[in-house]
């Protein structure tokens, strides 16, 4: 009895001081509930779609299912609207919480959500002007059909929770800079489930196509929502955001260091995010579907080691702040060789099964380039390797130069990946970014978080 007690005291109860000699156990509890409770998180975001898209597709049809990809496409520019304050909060408030302010904690964490109710309130007059003025059926390229005639209300319920959920979606970094990470992504794991709840409920009832959409679009923000109830109201309440808690000074700080993320995000998304544009300029759409595929079964490698890397962000910032730089270099060091060694085993295993793996998802259609799979592999194993060293920058708040790698990578990667794609083919890509990526992120992320070290 005692055993379930204390478990649910863990995930459901307010946090509890602690002397000093259970820092160190708390910090690592924390960074392995969160990277756990992510993976299981993974599992469910990945299975529960596999459901439901077969149950949307059916009820929504080809033409609106493909209008509502189309527009939630388009408006993924959203994810830039925190201005990188969402980061910024993360990073300061796990620096923060280390000296046991709560006053201070709470300044952090209201400033921020002003500043992210401010902006979402901008975003939602620039786009309720917008609406009305804009041919968004020329804009998704709807002409005609059922598609042209509900464009505007299929924008409408896609926006709106997107808007809403811009200051919502700050108890994410709230839980992972207090190291409570697990805590979100168990409403993650529960908000998975709502979502194949409610696409069977609308179909069943058969509510309309665009409260499908809507429903499924508001999944995130809901959860986000209830997620807040119940940490601010019920699991720290010292920390509930109020405008008396308002900070100017602290505003500041926090723009400035969120703008420096938002810039970070920025040339992140430029330089790893525009191979499949690339591909299709230099050898024409047939190439980028093959080289698309490819990179879904390759990406998952990172995409598994990120998640045991992630937590060490503010496990790091707290550790600094104590001094602790002990800590934070033996716990990189067992974070790379995990995430290395894992990742190395799994490139294996995906030259190994790729040809199946591609017939399943293609029927047969798409053939393995094993020379622009290998590329891949090489690249997902230094994003591997270098994620946990990007922690610790992140902890320390070295942003800017992260920033000057990232524009020294793009504007020297992408015109070459160009200019090789059109003579040696898509391979090239791969390979430019793995070769310039070590050089020019790698290497220096490695021996700057050396420096932090010492």
Request: charged share 10%; hydrophobic share 55%.
């Amino acid at each position: 009895m005692s055993r379930i007690e204390g478990i649910v005291r863990l995930f459901f109860g307010k946090k509890e001081s602690c002397s000093e000699a259970e820092i160190k156990q708390k910090r690592q509890r924390g960074v392995i509930l969160t990277a756990g409770a992510a993976a299981v998180s993974k599992v469910f975001m990945t299975l529960i779609p596999l459901i439901t898209v077969r149950i949307t597709l059916d009820y929504l049809g080809i033409e609106l299912y493909g209008l509502w990809n189309a527009a939630t496409s388009f408006f993924a520019m959203f994810s830039f609207a925190d201005l990188g304050l969402g980061s910024g909060l993360q990073t300061e408030l796990s620096r923060a919480a280390t000296f046991g302010d709560g006053e201070v904690n709470r300044k952090i964490i209201t400033s921020v959500y002003v500043m992210m109710a401010g902006v979402a309130f901008l975003m939602s007059v620039f786009w309720g002007l917008a609406y009305s003025f804009v041919d968004w059926p020329a804009v998704l390229n709807v002409q005609d059909g059922e598609g042209a005639q509900m464009a505007g209300c299929v924008l409408f319920v896609i926006v709106v929770p997107t808007i809403i959920n811009i200051p919502a979606s700050l108890i994410q970094r709230t839980q992972l800079a207090l190291q409570e990470g697990y805590r979100y992504h168990l409403w993650q794991c529960a908000g998975s489930c709502l979502g194949l709840l409610l696409v069977l409920l609308v179909a069943k009832i058969n509510l309309g196509p665009v409260v499908m959409i809507g429903a499924v679009s508001s999944v995130t923000v809901v959860t986000a929502i209830l997620n807040s109830f119940v940490y601010y109201g019920f699991q720290q309440p010292g920390l509930r955001p109020s405008l008396r808690f308002f900070d100017s000074q602290i505003s500041k700080r926090l723009l400035q260091t969120g703008l420096a993320f938002f810039v970070l995000s920025v040339l992140t998304a430029l330089s790893l995010s525009l191979d499949n544009y690339l591909v299709g300029k230099a050898a024409g759409m047939d190439a980028v579907t093959p080289y698309a595929l490819q990179y879904k079964i390759a990406g998952m490698i990172s995409t598994v080691t990120l998640m045991l890397s992630t937590p060490m962000w503010t496990a790091n910032g707290e550790a600094l702040s104590r001094g602790d730089y002990d800590w934070v270099k033996k716990a990189t060091r067992k974070v790379v060789w995990i995430s290395l060694l894992f990742s190395a085993s799994a490139s294996v295993g995906c030259l190994l099964f790729a040809k199946p793996v591609l017939d399943i998802l293609s029927g047969g259609a798409v053939a393995v380039s094993y020379g622009t799979l290998l590329g891949m592999c090489l690249m997902q194993v230094l994003l591997s390797f270098t994620s946990p060293f990007f922690m610790v920058l992140n902890g320390a708040k070295i942003i800017r130069f992260q920033v000057v790698m990232y524009l020294v990578f793009a504007a020297v990667s992408l015109p070459l990946k160009i200019f090789l794609a059109e003579m040696l083919g898509p391979a090239a890509i791969a390979w430019t970014g793995a070769v310039f990526y070590l050089f020019f992120i790698t290497v220096p992320t490695f021996l700057r978080a050396r420096k932090v070290f010492l």
